[in-house]
């Protein structure tokens, strides 16, 4: 099994940046690829970013791309999610997750592709 653990959430204004960490432990060696989703107040989950743990590739949901950037730190099992220029409808909580052994039939973008996840870390931005 892998534990993970989000750090970094909080409140900032519009137009601010917030950086989010990631932390790994346990079966690392499984670890294939690694996510963010959010959760705004009354909806879905959604995809944000992931990033390829070995060849780091990275991917990104429309809505972030030129504002999120997705980075990984094999040596300390960390992925960061560097969020700049920040909109009140980037208000959520903020989700990690694990792929195990590989990406399945559901693809990188969908949750149902993530074997392990965070507890979540809330992200507040005021307009």
């Avoid at 792929?99 to 507890?119: E, F, K, L, M, T």
């Amino acid at each position: 099994q892998v534990q993970l653990v989000e750090s970094g959430g909080g409140l900032v204004q519009a137009g601010g940046s917030l950086g989010l960490s990631c932390a790994a432990s346990g079966s690392t060696r499984s670890i294939d690829t690694i996510g963010w989703f959010r959760q705004p107040p009354s909806k879905e989950r959604e995809f944000v970013a992931a990033i390829t743990w070995r060849a780091g590739n990275t991917y990104s949901a429309d809505s972030v791309k030129g504002r999120f950037t997705i980075s990984r730190d094999r040596a300390k099992n960390t992925v960061l999610l560097q969020m700049n220029n920040l909109a009140p409808e980037d208000t959520a909580v903020y989700y990690c997750a694990v792929v195990a052994w590989g990406i399945g039939n559901h693809g990188i973008y969908s949750s149902r592709s993530y074997d392990y996840w965070g507890q979540g870390t809330q992200v507040t931005v005021s307009s």
